[in-house]
């Protein structure tokens, strides 16, 4: 599939949302950071989610008021990016399965992302995903180049993060932390505050209503792969103008013909308003998962531990209304297949019967 996207630089209307530290600034990140303890990524609890958030009270006042008014109102890109941050002073490699780095012993790109994030709401993660880590790394997988997952190196296909589990992410995070050898993978979003006004009403009334079956994204290794876990949504939800979007291009199929034919029309739609960030080292990208898909373009991967490595957290602004997955005190929700069994009385869809004995 050819995608036709302009770069973010070339945007106009973006560049207020592109935000390259100044040299003080990225020093007064930096000094906040040498404060900081070191961290376990295993162990992230409220207690150091508590003193990072403090600590995040003294960021230069240029980030704060950003980040602020980016949950607050969101702009029509749905995407704030920081540039020049500090980085890593020494890198080990990248990790070769995507998994936890045991190797990696300073903090910097991390606590850049819980500092920036802690603004944006609750960290969030999925047991069945990523080992349930707060804070992943995002790396290609021998094996997996043509998988629809973060591990792979072909094309990624567009789509909301998570779009398919109760209690989806509200703010995705990238961080870059080597860039691969070509600089060729480029970070692809779509708004629908860009596409929105291209859509006809018929289609939007359709789109609106739960006529879409999302499948759970093979990145979440389940407990229970004889369960249908896929859900029935509507598209967009909210407010009329400025609608909420959950999508997915390759694993949402519509109802029937008329509902084919909305997510068609908006699928093309949003692809005519592609925007294109290369995540470089030191940039850390926010996009609103509730507004904005993403995807990423092919790059060569080389296998040789000098590999594309971008670190990922997602925030929940609402937490509380999570609780009920997660124990007391920890952020990661339970596996899917228990989501949905505790749900079996209420109006859930749930295609095949569940059999308790
Ligand atoms: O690698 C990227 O740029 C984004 C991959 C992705 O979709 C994700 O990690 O959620
Ligand atoms: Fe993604």
Redesign the pocket.
């Known amino acids: 599939m050819e995608i036709i996207a302009q770069n973010a630089e070339d945007i106009k209307g973006l560049q207020k949302y592109i935000l390259t530290l100044t040299k003080d600034e990225k020093v007064e990140v930096s000094r906040i950071i040498k404060q900081l303890p070191r961290l376990d990524v295993r162990q992230i609890d409220d207690k150091i989610l508590t003193r990072v958030q403090m600590a995040g009270l003294n960021l230069p006042s240029r980030i704060v008021e950003s980040l602020l008014q980016f949950k607050r109102n969101p702009n029509q890109y749905g995407t704030i990016l920081f540039r020049n941050l500090p980085t890593d002073p020494a890198l080990p490699f990248t990790p070769k399965d995507g998994g936890f780095s045991t190797e990696k012993d300073s903090f910097v790109s991390e606590y850049c992302l819980l500092l920036f994030l802690l603004f944006l709401g609750d960290p969030i993660a999925y047991e069945e995903e990523k080992e349930g880590l707060l804070i ?1 790394n ?1 790396c290609p997988v021998q094996g997996q180049e043509k998988k629809q ?2 591990t792979s190196s072909n094309y ?1 296909n567009f ?1 909301t ?1 998570d779009g398919f589990h109760p209690y989806k992410l509200d703010y ?1 995070a ?1 961080i870059g932390l080597r860039s691969d050898q070509e600089r060729k ?4 979003t779509v708004s629908i505050r860009n596409a929105i006004h291209a859509i006809p009403s018929t289609a939007i009334m359709l789109l609106r209503q739960p006529l879409y079956r999302l499948h759970p994204s093979s ?1 979440f290794k389940l407990m229970n792969d004889e369960m249908d876990l896929s859900v029935k949504i509507p598209v967009l939800t909210g407010h009329l103008l400025e609608p909420e979007m959950c999508i997915h291009y390759s694993s949402m199929e519509a109802e029937n013909a008329e509902a084919e034919w909305a997510l068609n029309t908006l699928k093309k739609a949003l692809l005519q308003t592609v925007v294109a ?1 290369t ?1 470089l080292p030191g940039d850390l ?1 926010i996009i609103d998962n509730r507004l904005v898909a ?3 373009t092919p790059f060569r991967p080389t296998y040789d531990g000098k590999d ?1 490595w ?1 670190q ?1 957290m997602f925030t929940m602004v609402d937490f509380r209304r999570s609780g009920f997955s997660r124990s007391i005190g920890r952020h990661v929700c339970s596996p899917l297949n228990v989501e949905f069994t505790k749900n079996i009385h209420l109006s859930r869809v749930i295609r095949k019967p569940i059999i308790i004995d």
């Open positions: 992943q995002i997952e973060n990624l789509h993060e995705l990238l993978a480029q970070t692809l990145s960030f995540v990208l993403h995807a990423r594309r971008l990922r």
